[in-house]
Nanobody
């Protein structure tokens, strides 16, 4: 069992930056690949980024590639999402998620992930 708690969301102007954090409970954090998803009102939850267990590989949605960076610190049981050059269309609730699977071609699917945080709101104003 893994419990995930996101933080770092807020209101920012377009072009600004935010850094989200997701703290995990338990001693097995390094056994999970970690992902970030987001969900805007009236839309489905969508993949943002994923990082492998050791942090050696990362994957991004095309919409955030070059602007967002996912990273992790296994000693601190924490995964991060650095978001730069934010746009109003980035406004959403952001969720972190943990996946027990070492690798999956379906890493972009929400149902691939086993545990979820409660989400943190990110609002980007014009």
């Amino acid at each position: 069992q893994v419990q995930l708690i996101e933080s770092g969301g807020g209101l920012v102007q377009a072009g600004g930056s935010l850094r989200l954090s997701c703290a995990a409970s338990g001693r097995t954090f390094s056994s999970y690949a970690m992902g970030w998803f987001r969900q805007a009102p009236g839309k489905e939850r969508e993949f943002v980024a994923r990082i492998t267990r050791g942090g050696g590989s990362t994957y991004y949605a095309d919409s955030v590639k070059g602007r967002f960076t996912i990273s992790r610190d296994n000693a601190k049981n924490t995964v991060y999402l650095q978001m730069n050059s934010l746009k109003p269309e980035d406004t959403a609730v952001y969720y972190c998620a943990a996946d027990r699977t070492y690798y999956s071609d379906s890493y972009y699917r929400p149902d691939e992930y086993d545990y979820w945080g409660q989400g943190t709101q990110v609002t980007v104003s014009t």
